[in-house]
């Protein structure tokens, strides 16, 4: 939220965020003018429900506190403190679990909450706003404490229901502030005290009590299935249609999975604007139904894009199932202005025109219209701070369905299936580039899933299109936006925020995806100990130059070195990282070690980038590219990739099957690991012949060729699969700076990193500048 909170007076709050009331004589009065001194927060909870229940101001909503438990269904486990529910919708009672006689404590139920109400004892230590920061976010580790339960709070509330928008009332002692909250940042009210100006707030909770659902941010696109409905049945049954006719197919696994009983169903529309045949010119909206369960994916943070995935089936009018299955996205996308950009369901239909494979194919795609679907926050903020930049961005929901479900690329079998999925994205990264001249941009392992081909082969998509961009538009941005994945972005990007991503990039990101899979489930050299302390280090690492977050030392040493070297991880072992076909069997008895087929793949590919990244301090005049057809001797068929491949034939320089390593055919290495450095290019090399190796990471073709040259010649083991070395506790990557990064929401900065770094204990005026918030 860092950048993305505003406060203002309450009824500048209730002006700019709740619809304008009908004119009414009434006098509202003060409820909260004999408010007592409270000795604990349950004393306060239960006066102020008391209070606002006896009010007799509230027609269709009730005040219900549940602070002891939380209710078993929620996966949080996180208690309510307070909430407004409707009438019809109260928490239900808890029951004891021996006798089964009801006990009088609710359990909160945050998929029914209206509203939360958060109430604290102390005015000032508990404030979870700092008017005195310019930023608005406290310091002191207690009121960071209550923004993160407020946060986690409102993180609940949207992930548990389809809200556009949500509001929050806070009880800080004798003094309250109002809470509104969107995906574009959060606008608090001054804090107030309401023994003596209460008059305001108990306004606000009647005129808000009285809103319709849409006006008080409840999802007019989104309806809610219940579980006894004629519609919920149906969806149970084609559920149980699907296991019965497939039941090793993933798809219907997912499906069933999501009818979970501990999350609502719903019916979500999906507008798609046509453009309409008549001489006006204008579109019209056709709207769309799916049915889904709980989220297949689901992304954290509030101020963000929260995107949702789900395993959908299409609805028609009458409520009938039809169709297979679908993946839908929903998402608030960032409404950017930027030339070259277009929504995710645009590029994907243009790439379906150019027939780019390894793609989703799309069903329908559209902006939800609607005032309440757009962000208001960063209209409000424009308004009050007229002539400044903000952190605040318009954000558009928008959904998205597409015809593959696909499994996360952390399910491959072996190596080889892994390795397949990385290279059809290649291909399909290759096609869209030289086909479309359309660019990804955010390569990542989230990005490339697995999907079943028609022969029943596991081959990648290359998914989630979001952040693409048409080649060779110049795009003029306001501030530096990283775009990309934090963990998989290349380190030239991580040094320079507005960097233009371009071929090199892209590849560089394809290696780290490889890499951080097969460091996980592959067998290698680093102590397993140390593995979950390498991967942090690697792909969330980074570095504090003059304030602003860079690249991480370790990423940025294997790129410029080509050597990812684990002194540090295997004690006095100076041997590089290495991959081998299994843990129990190393080497022979001549010591020659059996490395895994993967082992030519990165260090091939980490020679081209080491020269690549040679040239940032070997400046060389530019060499004039002489553009060759590719020779035939070069030409590889290779399962169903030959007509693709052929179509997207790229120029190369002679040599390209020189590597600069030598590996024996079965993969193996010739000598020690250690030794093979000098193979490397060095900067003893002149530019010309470091611009010749880097130039192969500068087209995909060369790329394409090692890996298929790799599969095609070299026996892959069928077991190379072993656990996962990931730890299952959250480590905090090591920096050359002392203070930690602040890393916004969004999809510029991995969640992993997010989650783990987001609350530093060091005050705004001396916390860094981290470039790149979305």
């Known amino acids: 939220m860092h950048g993305k909170i505003g406060i203002t007076s309450l009824e500048s709050l209730m002006s700019d965020f709740l619809p304008t009331p009908h004119p009414s004589r009434k006098v509202i009065p003060n409820i909260f003018a004999n408010v007592p001194n409270f000795s604990s927060e349950s004393e306060m909870y239960t006066w102020m429900v008391d209070l606002l229940n006896g009010s007799k101001l509230f027609y269709n909503h009730t005040f219900v506190a549940t602070p002891y438990k939380a209710d078993i269904a929620n996966p949080s486990r996180q208690p309510i403190d307070c909430g407004m529910y409707h009438r019809k919708l109260p928490p239900l009672e808890d029951k004891d679990s021996e006798n089964q006689e009801t006990v009088h404590i609710r359990l909160g139920n945050w998929s029914r909450l209206d509203m939360a109400i958060v109430c604290k004892l102390q005015c000032t230590n508990q404030d979870p706003f700092d008017e005195r920061q310019a930023d608005c976010e406290p310091v002191s580790v207690d009121r960071k404490k209550v923004l993160g339960q407020i946060l986690s709070s409102a993180e609940l509330v949207f992930n548990l229901q389809q809200r556009t928008f949500q509001f929050m009332v806070l009880f800080l002692g004798h003094h309250a502030r109002v809470v509104y909250i969107d995906r574009s940042g959060a606008y608090a009210s001054y804090k107030f005290k309401y023994t003596t100006q209460g008059a305001a707030l108990t306004r606000f909770l009647v005129r808000y009590s009285r809103l319709v659902p849409t006006a008080r941010g409840f999802d007019p696109t989104a309806h809610r299935i219940e579980p006894d409905s004629k519609l919920g049945r149906k969806l149970v049954e084609w559920g149980k249609v699907a296991a019965k006719a497939d039941p090793e197919d993933h798809v219907q696994q997912f499906f069933n999975q999501?009818?979970?009983?501990?999350?609502?169903?719903?019916?979500?529309?999906?507008?798609?604007?046509?453009?309409?045949?008549?001489?006006?010119?204008?579109?019209?909206?056709?709207?769309?139904?799916?049915?889904?369960?709980?989220?297949?994916?689901?992304?954290?943070?509030?101020?963000?894009?929260?995107?949702?995935?789900?395993v959908a089936v299409r609805v028609n009018a009458e409520d009938?199932?039809?169709?297979?299955?679908?993946?839908?996205?929903?998402?608030?996308?960032?409404?950017?202005?930027?030339?070259?950009?277009?929504?995710?369901?645009?590029?994907?239909?243009?790439?379906?025109?150019?027939e780019t494979p390894f793609v989703p194919t799309l069903v329908c795609h559209g902006d939800l219209k609607g005032a309440t679907q757009v962000t208001r926050s960063q209209a409000v903020w424009e308004k009050a701070n007229k002539g400044k930049k903000g952190s605040m961005k318009r954000h558009q929901h928008y959904r998205l369905v597409v015809a593959e479900v696909g499994k996360p690329l952390d399910q491959f079998d072996r190596g080889f299936t892994l390795v397949v999925a990385v290279l059809c994205c290649i291909i399909a990264h290759a096609h869209a580039y030289k086909k479309a001249g359309i660019i990804h941009r955010d390569i990542s392992a989230g990005n490339i899933l697995l999907y079943k081909a028609a022969d029943g082969s596991w081959v990648g998509l290359l998914n989630d299109w979001e952040l693409a961009k048409v080649v060779g538009v110049s795009e003029v941005r306001q501030q530096a936006d990283r775009m990309g994945t934090w963990r998989f972005m290349s380190a030239h990007a991580l040094d320079n925020p507005s960097k233009e991503i371009d071929i090199p990039d892209e590849i560089e990101s394809f290696c780290h995806v490889l890499l951080y899979y097969a460091v996980r489930f592959l067998p290698h050299n680093i102590n397993p100990a140390n593995v979950g302390q390498f991967l942090v280090d690697y792909f969330d690492g980074y570095s504090n130059v003059l304030g602003y977050y860079r690249c991480g030392s370790h990423k940025y040493t294997a790129m410029s070195t080509g050597v990812i070297e684990l002194r540090q991880y295997n004690g006095d072992k100076t041997a590089p990282l290495t991959f081998m076909r299994s843990t129990d069997q190393a080497s022979d008895s001549s010591g020659v070690l059996f490395v895994h087929p993967i082992n030519k793949i990165f260090k091939t590919l980490l020679s081209w980038l080491h020269a690549h990244y040679s040239l940032d301090v070997r400046p060389a005049p530019p060499i004039e590219r002489v553009e060759e057809p590719m020779p035939d001797s070069d030409r590889k068929e290779w399962l169903a990739f030959q007509a693709i491949l052929s179509d997207l034939e790229e120029s190369e320089p002679a040599g390209d099957k020189n590597t600069g390593l030598d590996l024996a055919a079965d993969g193996s290495s010739s000598s020690n690991p250690s030794t093979e450095q000098s193979t490397l290019p060095s900067y003893t090399m002149d530019a010309a012949s470091l611009r010749a190796i880097a130039e192969k990471v500068q087209t995909?073709?060369?790329?394409?060729?090692?890996?298929?040259?790799?599969?095609?010649?070299?026996?892959?083991p069928c077991n190379d699969k072993g656990p996962d070395l990931k730890p299952a506790i959250n480590l905090v990557p090591r920096s050359e700076s002392t203070s930690m990064p602040r890393v916004f929401q969004g999809s510029t900065a991995s969640m992993s990193m997010k989650r783990q770094l987001e609350d530093p204990e060091i005050p705004s005026s001396k916390r860094p500048r981290f470039e790149g918030a979305t």
């Not at 453009?275 to 709207?287: A, D, K, M, P, Y």
């Not at 996205?329 to 960032?334: I, L, M, S, Y």
């Not at 060369?702 to 892959?716: A, K, R, T």
Request: hydrophobic letters at 35%; glycine letters at 10%; charged letters at 25%.
């Open 320 to 354: 009938e199932l039809e169709g297979p299955f679908v993946y839908l996205k929903d998402a608030w996308r960032v409404d950017h202005d930027y030339p070259g950009i277009e929504r995710e369901g645009s590029v994907l239909q243009t790439l379906n025109s150019k």
């Open 258 to 310: 999501s009818l979970d009983s501990s999350w609502a169903l719903w019916k979500l529309e999906v507008h798609v604007e046509e453009i309409s045949t008549s001489s006006s010119g204008r579109t019209r909206v056709e709207i769309q139904n799916f049915v889904v369960g709980k989220p297949h994916f689901q992304a954290g943070g509030v101020a963000c894009r929260g995107t949702r995935g789900y």
């Open 700 to 716: 995909h073709s060369s790329v394409i060729w090692l890996i298929l040259d790799q599969m095609e010649n070299v026996g892959w």
